[in-house]
Structure formats: structure tokens, C-alpha cells
């Protein structure tokens, strides 16, 4: 049975012939950008923004940092976070002052200063709302042509009445993040798009179920998703609408279909980026700044003794 | 309304009278012109007078109308392969005569590539016109042994593709979308049969068909690039006739045969693909609901009142499904209905009225409860009413007039969602416009080697509502574009109207027997628009109105061409360059979102473009070897505020060079091989200059923001069918049926050719704190040899 689980896929094969290879080609080349990574979060412990500039596409190497900018979050209150170049270059950390407190609040405005030369970058966001996550649940799946055998989670969460709320729902299997392009996970309100106007409720499919690894086998089939004795842990980010069309957008750009699937891709476009540069780094600067709010919920898979479902 | 005064009035009963003052002392002789065997009518035969250079060609119906001075003439009718016939008239009264043109044997059936005089691309004063008829079609070896009407106009000269899946063809550099695809006069928005390998067309209900490419007669509109014309066949007034075929894919069946002899007949035409039917054995994915297939059914009627009076009716329904299970799946169909009716007013004025209903739907389904599922339909109907006038005014003089209203009944989404049975809609309202045109052509020989066509049509288009109305603000060009206002229009309120005045001119120069000269020159306008930002034209591309944020697309096109044949008409040469201006073509910012999107508006850019190009066809038309060659040397580019800095930019179907090969070469009565050879230049993809990463995605980024800035490497494919006859005669007697094996291989050196590249991260999951490894992925649609055949019969 198991060369027929993907018998879907040799039939749209048997129909199309799609093949793939992979190739480097000669690219044009361009001034390098600068890239900041600035995802801060209200959690405990230090919080990182990282500053590098661009690489050619094809150099395999890590970005190289940049070093000795000045970095600095102001808040609509006056406070001023201050984020030193410690261990590692490129990398500035916040440390809280005393281990309890965290950084920022649902509703404080943050604006984010990085001096760099003679360039200065800039952006400002909010901090969002997020709701609770209610459960997550475990479900025994069959072998099928689209599942392997194994349990697969669905978390529930209900998203706040009002129109607007933006979300990026990360994933830890067994404490490691799920970062595979095609396990991005973000919500606008309860469904995937502004205008969609589906608020105010459980978070639809698929975004509920999207909290499943996407692991392969060596001939392309899923791994389990979850096996008895696997941890899942799920964490609701607030962001602001920008960043869910960036992410949005990522997804679009580097979780490729690949073969027969490419004929509906969309082309090849830069993303978007809420900071602004000055001087040097005008209009070459990447990436994205952004002050969350968490919600977290954790669950233990358990088959004897799996959490009751949802009504 | 100044022009209906009595005065303007008064002006046109005198033209009239002038008119009819010239036409004294002279007769007309019309009637029309048919195939002896089945009734057909035969669209664009000759009748010439003998020994001079006026005469008629006959229209979509196979009506024809002649007017001489009295006297005595002998009319000479002739037809490709058909036999010329010779008519002795003495002309001193109207007259009617039908001619039944014979087949000229068999022999010649078989490397027939035109169905026209031979020398008609000589004399034929429009230009940039290609003609294929069903023979043809069925001649060039085709993917998986099916012979396809959009694949065999895909080696012509000037028409291209993205790739081998994709929808529709590009002309002359415009988009998919700038087509207008005619079946019988009805508009088919989508052309294809999974996804783009096939198009929806039956080859064997299809009689003919036309693509203008250029000089386009002002009787058509609509659209700027080009305009195909598919003629369906009428069915056999004569006897019962079925062909069909059986092959890898799909099986096909048609029947014709007379209704009331000589006064009415019927063709009815169906095919299924059953991939999904043989797998379903062996694939359990394909139990409970699930499919892989199309069909498509083509049907014709056709009742003769009298001499001056005769009905059509035709349609087409068509669906394909990519379906998971009986809940989840994709599926696409267009449905068309078009009445005729011909009436002749006089033996020289010919009318026709058609009424026409087309729809276009696509269906996405997702969720397998009904507690949580995601409904998606979007569609396009649109009811045309038409009225064409030919005026047969004399020998020289054959004028066009007419008009023509489109309602359309644009449905982007009529969405909604179900999550743990909390059901939402999420669809978008319907868009009504309306779209009118009124032209008037005449076709006039002026003297023996000048000949022209010059025309006007003028057009018309208003966005309607009930609907809510945006207003966008300004923002840096190729940002989304933010509402600043909205309000609800009320039911047939007029949002916006637009209209175009849209010259058409051809002119042929014939220099002797053998060559001519022809230059034309035309302004097109098209009023609704195909949006799609994907690499190819897909399925789930959307038609939008032109609107209150979008402008009608304007296209003015210059050509110029010479025309030679060489070796008594054996072989065609001509060459053409063309020189296109198009305005408001519509673009997308990055990042577009098209899909249920009510603020769809917002992302959308207009651009302007240029295309030219060089075009070479030698075609060879008789003898055992047969085929023909093209050529084209083609650049086209846009410049869209937002996009490439500002800058002309290559769009995604710019090929510098196309050539296509088709040869046929017959061995004998049975035997026959057919071969296509393309070679095309890559096409213009975006591709990154730099690498970053966002918390741990590695993000590709141009950063010179340049658009279509390399090109993926060249294509080039060989196919091969041999053709096999079935014996003529069985123990001595003559065989009643026909039949013919089709035996092909698409892609024979298996080269796999690029359909696109795309960069991502490389497979597998990242270590955190490593950099992330990228990859550069080409693509091939289709990367192997594909074997086929089929078996096809007649009787």
C-alpha cells in the first residue's frame, strides 16, 4: 500500500512529466542591503535585534555583521531600551534589569533608532492584542494518501471581536522551532486576509491545524507528525498588519510548490520593509521590526490520556 | 442627435440614390457556395469573372454576391482542393445560383495546409492573418497524439507561449488575456483543457478557423492583441455521418447528418479524458468522489426556411475537474449558446443577428465536513446581441456595417467559510458593465492592383453599479494604494462610461501575379481585463471591468508586409513587421493580492508598452512534402511607474527569437509522417542579486528592483507522428469506413526544457544559528519523451 500512498502525485506525474533540477546560474550583482531582524518580544529574559548587511544570493556564508551602531527602542512613555553588541557581533541584546520585568505592553507605541555611519534607520509599531489558546488537541490519523500514520495537533483559540487583529503562530516540536517555509503560520482576525471580515471567532482550518511539521521521508512522503511522547508547544505573536503581509509575502516567495505546482507561483518580488534609512543605506535597506505580544499554550502527547475535545 | 436631423437624413437618401443611379443597367448574381459531399458551406471560396480581376469571396455562411454590368461572363469558382468549375452566364436578370464544389480526389486531400485559392494570399487584401482548417489541425503531430486547435496555432509565426501548461497563446507580444477567442461568435475567457495542454475546442466540430493578428476588420472589437475566429461545421445535409477516436488521453465522438434533407442538419461532438476511469482501480486517493478528468460537449443546429432565410443554433459546454474526494477539489468550465439568424434583404444585402450567452466558472472546495469547509466560486456571463450588414454594393464596393451590446456579469467570488459550523461570507460583489459598438467597413478595389479595406468602429463602455465604489489615494507608485472614500452606487447607476473612436485601414498593392504589398494600420480598445500576476495564465485568473480606478487598454498597431509565391503557386513566402503601442496595460505592485481581494483596485498599476517585430512564414503547399516555416525576430516591454525604477522592462513573453518547423511528408495513400520542430529564446524572469535573513527564512531580494532582468535558458523540441491509413479495400470491395492510427512522440531527444526558475532555501530543515543554504531550482513541465496514439475512424 505504500507506493500507492502517493499515487495522486505519479498520476498528475504520469500526466505532466514536471522535473526538476537544481542549477546556479550567473546572476546580476548589486550594491549589498542592510538587515535588520528586530522581532522583540514581551517574554522573559533578553531580547536580540540583529543588524547585517546582504550577501550575493548564492554565497553560503553567514551575513556579515554589522558592528558598533547604536541601538535604542523609545516607548510612548518615555522609556528608553537600550540594546548593546555583547557575545556575538551583529547581535544587540536588551537585558532586563531585574529578571521579572519584561518589554512593553498591549497598546505601547515603540520606535526603534539604529544609528549606523551615517545612516539612520527608523520604524515605529504598536504592540497587539492576542488571544488565549483554549487547547490543543491530538487526532489518530490513518495512512492516506495526504497523512502519514501518527497523530496530528489542532490548536483552538478564539480571536477578539474587532476588525484588524494580526497574528504569527509559531510551532516547537519537542522544543525546536518549526522553520520550514512552508510551516509559516499567520491569521488575519480568524482567517488569512484583510477584507475577508471573519472575526470574532475560532481561528478557521487551516490555520488551526498548521502546527504540524512538515518532515520528509527520503522519497518525499511526510514523516508522522507527531508520534506518543512528543511535546508540541504553540505561541500566539501579535503583529502589526505590515508584518503579516510580509510574512504573508515570504511564504508566497520561498515556500515554493516546486515542479508541475510552479506553473501557479507567482514571480519573483522583493518584500516589504517597515524601516526607513537615511544616508548611506537609503532605500537599501531589508527586513523588519516588530513588538509582540505571546500567548503560549504546551501539551504532551500522551495517547492514554488525551485532552478532551473540542465541542 | 444633430446627425438625424433632416438634413443628415436627407444627405444619406441621396448617397443612396446616387448608389443605386450607379448600379443602373447592372445584375447581380449571388447564391452560395457548398461542399457536394456533405452541404458544408465553404467559407472564403472565389468566384472570379474570367479574364479580369473582379469577383467575390464568400462569408462565414458560404454566401456570395456579384454585380456586373449586363452582358455575357463566364464565372470561374474555385476552392483549394476542391475542383474549379466554369459557369457560361449571360447576365441580363438578378440570378441565383448555388454551386456544390466537388473534392478534387483523394490524392490532394491529403497535402491540402490551406483552405484557400492558391494564390489568395496574393490577392487577399488583409494582412496578418493566419487560417487553419480541421485537416490541418489533424495533420501537425500533436501532445499525447490529440490533435488541438490553440497547439496548432502556437506554430504560426507571431504567436507564442509561456510554456508547455500554460493557458491561452500570446500575439505579437500581447498578454493571454488580450485575445478575444470566438466560438461561433461566442467569447470562451478560458481556452483550456487541463490547465493549458488542451484547448476546448473539438477538432471534429471545428470547420475553420481565422487569427487576425493585425489589420483586424473593424466588424471586431474588444480586445487590443488579437482575434480568434473558430468557425463550427454545420453537420452533413446530405447523409449520416460519425468520426471519432480513441487515444491515451481522451476519446472523442461526433455525429452529423441531415435533420430535413438539404434544409436542415445537426452535428453533435463529445470527448472525456479517463485518466482517472482506468486509474481508479489501482488509486484509492480516486475513490469516494474523487476525478482527474474533462469533457466537453459541441453541438450545432441549422434549419433552412427558405432561399433568403436560415437558423443556427450552437453551443458548448465544457468542464474539467482536479478533484481530491467528492468535498475537495478544483474545477473549471465555460458554457456557450449563440442564435443565428441569416437573412438575405436583397440578392446584395446579406444580414445576420446573433444572440449570444457565455459563461465562464471556476469552483474551489476545501474541508471534507460540513463543519469546517471553504467554498469558492467565481464567474463571468456575459449576453451579446449583434447585428452584421454586408452590402454587396457592386463589383468593386463591399460594404460592412453594424453593432453589437454586451451585458457583462462580472462574480469575482461568491465565497464563504465554515469554521467549527460558524459559517462566514466572504464574497464580493457582482459587477455589472455594459459594452456597445457600432462600425461601419468597405472593402474597395481600386483599379486592378490596389485594393483597400477601411473602416471605423466606435465603442462604448459604462461600469453599472448596485455595488460599493472605491476611491483610491496616492501613494510612492508601486505601493498598495490605500481607500480614501466609498459610497454605494445604486442599480444601473453609470459609475464610469468610456469611448473610443477605432480606425481600421488595409492596403494591398499588387505588384504582378506573384507578389503584392500590404500595409495596415488599426486601433483597438478592450474594456475588461485579465488579472493574473502568476509566471503562467492560470484557471483561477479573473476578468475585471474597466472602472473608476481602471482605464480601458488602448492598442494602435502598424504593419507593413510583402507577399510572394514562387513555382506556380507551389510555394507561399511573405515577410511582416509590425510596430505596436499599447496605453494602460494593467500591472501589479509587488506583493499583489488577487485573489478575494475587495481592495483589488488598490494593487493595480497601469503601464504602457511597445512590441515589434519581424515576421517570415514559406509554406509549402503541394507535392508529397508539405509545411511550412516561421520566423519571428520580437521584442516587447512595458514601462509602469513603480516598477523597474520607472524603466521599459521585457515582458514575461518577450522572445527574441521563434522558430517553428512543421513538415508533413507523405509516402504513400497510407503512409504519412508529420514532424514539428521549435526553437524559442528563453523568456525574462526576475531573479535575486542578494540573500538575507529574517528570523531564520532565507529571503531572496533584487536589489536593483529590477523586473524580468535575466532570462531562463532557450526551448527547443522535436515531435514526430507517423499516420497510418487503414486499407481502402477489404477482399477486393471497396471499404465503407475510413480509419487512421496516429502513432507520435512529443519531445523525442527528451530535453528538459525550462519552464521557470525559482530560489528558495535549499530542502530540509535549517540548523538554527547556521546560515541558510539556498538553491536555485529549474523547472521543467514537461522533462521526458511522451509517447501517444490514437486511433481515429470514419463511416
Not at chain 1, 508584518?243 to 511564504?251: E, G, I, S, V, Y
Not at chain 2, 480541421?134 to 503531430?141: E, F, L, Q, S, Y
Not at chain 2, 507535392?623 to 516561421?630: D, E, F, P
Request: some cysteine.
Amino acid at each position: 500500500m505504500k507506493s500507492l500512498r502517493f499515487s495522486i502525485l505519479i498520476l498528475l506525474a504520469g500526466v505532466f512529466f514536471s522535473c526538476e533540477k537544481e542549477i546556479t546560474p550567473d546572476l546580476e550583482t548589486a550594491d549589498p542591503q542592510i538587515l535588520v531582524d528586530a522581532f522583540i518580544t514581551d517574554q522573559p529574559g533578553e531580547q536580540v535585534i540583529r543588524i547585517a548587511n546582504s550577501l550575493p544570493y548564492f554565497t553560503a556564508s553567514t551575513l556579515p555583521p554589522v558592528r558598533n551602531a547604536s541601538v535604542e527602542i523609545k516607548d510612548d512613555l518615555g522609556t528608553v531600551y537600550i540594546f548593546t553588541e555583547k557575545n556575538e557581533a551583529g547581535y544587540y541584546v536588551w537585558t532586563p534589569a531585574d529578571p521579572d520585568s519584561t518589554f512593553g505592553r498591549v497598546g505601547g507605541e515603540y520606535a526603534l533608532e539604529i544609528k549606523t555611519g551615517n545612516s539612520t534607520i527608523t520604524s515605529t509599531v504598536y504592540m497587539g492584542r492576542v488571544p488565549e489558546i483554549d487547547t490543543i488537541q491530538f487526532t489518530y490519523e490513518e495512512e492516506s494518501p495526504f497523512n502519514a500514520e501518527g497523530y496530528v495537533a489542532e490548536f483552538f483559540a478564539v480571536d477578539p471581536q474587532g476588525v484588524g487583529d494580526t497574528y504569527w503562530i509559531k510551532t516547537f516540536k519537542n522544543g525546536a522551532f518549526l522553520n520550514l517555509p512552508g510551516e509559516i503560520n499567520v491569521a488575519y482576525d480568524a482567517a488569512f486576509s484583510a477584507g475577508s471580515n471573519v472575526d470574532g471567532q475560532n481561528f478557521i482550518l487551516p490555520i488551526r491545524t498548521s502546527i504540524n511539521p512538515l518532515d520528509e521521508n527520503e522519497d518525499g512522503s511526510l514523516k508522522p507528525a507527531y508520534l506518543p511522547g512528543d511535546s508540541i508547544r504553540v505561541e500566539i505573536h501579535s503583529i502589526s498588519e505590515d508584518a503579516f503581509n510580509f510574512f504573508l509575502q515570504a511564504q508566497e516567495q520561498i515556500d515554493r510548490p516546486g515542479g508541475f505546482g510552479e506553473l501557479f507561483a507567482v514571480p519573483l518580488a522583493n518584500l516589504p520593509t517597515n524601516l526607513i534609512a537615511t544616508g548611506q543605506w537609503e532605500n537599501r535597506v531589508v527586513g523588519f521590526f516588530n513588538v509582540a505580544t505571546v500567548s503560549q499554550r504546551s501539551e504532551w502527547l500522551d495517547p492514554d490520556n488525551l485532552p478532551p475535545k473540542n465541542p | 442627435m444633430r446627425f438625424f436631423s433632416h438634413k443628415g437624413l436627407l444627405s444619406l437618401f441621396f448617397l443612396f440614390v446616387a448608389f443605386q443611379g450607379i448600379a443602373q443597367g447592372n445584375f447581380t448574381i449571388s447564391g452560395y457556395l457548398k461542399d457536394a459531399s456533405d452541404g458544408e458551406s465553404l467559407i472564403g471560396a472565389t468566384v472570379v469573372v474570367e479574364g479580369s480581376t473582379q469577383g467575390a469571396i464568400s462569408n462565414t455562411y458560404g454566401f456570395y454576391s456579384l454585380t456586373l454590368p449586363q452582358g455575357e461572363y463566364t464565372l470561374v469558382y474555385s476552392y483549394l482542393g476542391y475542383l474549379t468549375q466554369k459557369m457560361p452566364i449571360s447576365l441580363n436578370s438578378n440570378q441565383s445560383i448555388d454551386v456544390e464544389m466537388r473534392l478534387e480526389g483523394k490524392e490532394l486531400e491529403e497535402v491540402v495546409i490551406t483552405s484557400e485559392a492558391l494564390d489568395e494570399n496574393i490577392t487577399r487584401i488583409g494582412m496578418s492573418v493566419e487560417k487553419l482548417d480541421a485537416r490541418t489541425i489533424k495533420k501537425i503531430p500533436a501532445f499525447l497524439g490529440e490533435a488541438d486547435v490553440i497547439n496548432s496555432i502556437r506554430t504560426l509565426p507571431g504567436v507564442s507561449t509561456v510554456g508547455e501548461g500554460a493557458s491561452g497563446f500570446n500575439v505579437r507580444g500581447g498578454g493571454v488575456g488580450q485575445n478575444l477567442v470566438l466560438l461561433d461568435e461566442a467569447p470562451v475567457y478560458n481556452s483550456s483543457h487541463m490547465l493549458g495542454f488542451f484547448s476546448v475546442f473539438n477538432p471534429d466540430a471545428v470547420k475553420d478557423l481565422k487569427l487576425y493578428k493585425g489589420g483586424i476588420p473593424a466588424r471586431y472589437g474588444g480586445r487590443i492583441s488579437s482575434i480568434l475566429d473558430i468557425q463550427m461545421k454545420e453537420g452533413s445535409t446530405k447523409k449520416l455521418g460519425v468520426q471519432g477516436g480513441v487515444g491515451t488521453i481522451f476519446s472523442r465522438i461526433a455525429v452529423d447528418a441531415p435533420i430535413v434533407k438539404d434544409k436542415s442538419s445537426f452535428i453533435l461532438a463529445a470527448r472525456r479524458s479517463y485518466i482517472d476511469v482506468i486509474a481508479r482501480p489501482f488509486v484509492d486517493v480516486l475513490s469516494d468522489g474523487g476525478a482527474l478528468n474533462f469533457y466537453d460537449i459541441t453541438g450545432k443546429v441549422n434549419y433552412k426556411f427558405s432561399d433568403k432565410d436560415r437558423i443556427y443554433l450552437s453551443g458548448y459546454t465544457g468542464r474539467d475537474n482536479f478533484k481530491f474526494d467528492a468535498n475537495q477539489g478544483f474545477s473549471w468550465g465555460n458554457s456557450t449558446l449563440t442564435f443565428r439568424w441569416n437573412h438575405l434583404m436583397s440578392s446584395r444585402l446579406f444580414m445576420n443577428i446573433s444572440a449570444i450567452y457565455a459563461d465562464y466558472d471556476y469552483k474551489l472546495e476545501f474541508g471534507d465536513t460540513p463543519s469546517d469547509k471553504f467554498d469558492w466560486k467565481s464567474r463571468i456571463r456575459t449576453i451579446t446581441v449583434k447585428p452584421d450588414f454586408s452590402w454587396y454594393l457592386n463589383a468593386k464596393n463591399e460594404i460592412s456595417f453594424g453593432g453589437e451590446i454586451i451585458r457583462y456579469d462580472f462574480n469575482p467570488a461568491d465565497a464563504t467559510t465554515v469554521s467549527s459550523n460558524q459559517e462566514t461570507n466572504i464574497s464580493l460583489d457582482e459587477r455589472f458593465s455594459y459594452e456597445g459598438a457600432l462600425y461601419v467597413s468597405n472593402k474597395q478595389t481600386l483599379g486592378t492592383r490596389l485594393s483597400a479595406e477601411y473602416g471605423l468602429r466606435w465603442s462604448m463602455f459604462s461600469y453599472v453599479g448596485p455595488g460599493t465604489i472605491y476611491e483610491y489615494g496616492d501613494v510612492e507608485p508601486g505601493k498598495r494604494r490605500p481607500v480614501v472614500n466609498s459610497y454605494e452606487a445604486e442599480s444601473g447607476e453609470v459609475v464610469s462610461s468610456f469611448n473610443n473612436f477605432e480606425p481600421r485601414l488595409a492596403i494591398r498593392y499588387k505588384i504582378n501575379e506573384y507578389s503584392s504589398i500590404k500595409a495596415s494600420y488599426n486601433r483597438m480598445a478592450q474594456y475588461i481585463h485579465l488579472i493574473s500576476n502568476r509566471t503562467a495564465s492560470i484557471p483561477l485568473d479573473v476578468w475585471n471591468p474597466s472602472t473608476n480606478n481602471i482605464d480601458p487598454q488602448i492598442g494602435d498597431q502598424i504593419a507593413l508586409g510583402y507577399f510572394r509565391n514562387l513555382k506556380n503557386n507551389e510555394y507561399e513566402v511573405s515577410v511582416e513587421g509590425y510596430y505596436k503601442q499599447t496605453q494602460n496595460q494593467v500591472e501589479y505592485i509587488d506583493g499583489a493580492d488577487l485573489l478575494i481581494n475587495e481592495f483589488l483596485e488598490g494593487d493595480l498599476l497601469s503601464g504602457e508598452g511597445r512590441a515589434y517585430g519581424l515576421e517570415f512564414l514559406v509554406k509549402k503547399q503541394k507535392g508529397k512534402l508539405t509545411g511550412w516555416a516561421s520566423y519571428t525576430l520580437a521584442k516587447t516591454e512595458l514601462k509602469t511607474e513603480g516598477i523597474n525604477n520607472g524603466t521599459w522592462y521585457p515582458t514575461r513573453f518577450d522572445q527574441r527569437h521563434n522558430l517553428k518547423l512543421t513538415v508533413i511528408y507523405n509516402f504513400n495513400e497510407r503512409w504519412s509522417l508529420s514532424s514539428n520542430f521549435a526553437f524559442i529564446s528563453g523568456t525574462p524572469s526576475t531573479w535575486p542579486t542578494d540573500r538575507y535573513e529574517v528570523q531564520g527564512y532565507l529571503i531572496p531580494h533584487n536589489g536593483n528592483n529590477s523586473r524580468n532582468n535575466l532570462r531562463i535558458p532557450a526551448y527547443h523540441r522535436l515531435d514526430v507522428s507517423v499516420t497510418l491509413k487503414g486499407k481502402k479495400e477489404k477482399k477486393g470491395k471497396p471499404r465503407k469506413n475510413e480509419d487512421y492510427w496516429v502513432f507520435g512522440v512529443y519531445n523525442l531527444y527528451g530535453r528538459e526544457n525550462p519552464f521557470s526558475i525559482y530560489f528558495t532555501q535549499q530542502g530540509g530543515r535549517p540548523a538554527m544559528g547556521q546560515p541558510v543554504p539556498s538553491t536555485g531550482v529549474q523547472v521543467a513541465i514537461i522533462g521526458s519523451i511522451v509517447p501517444a496514439f490514437s486511433y481515429n475512424f470514419k463511416f
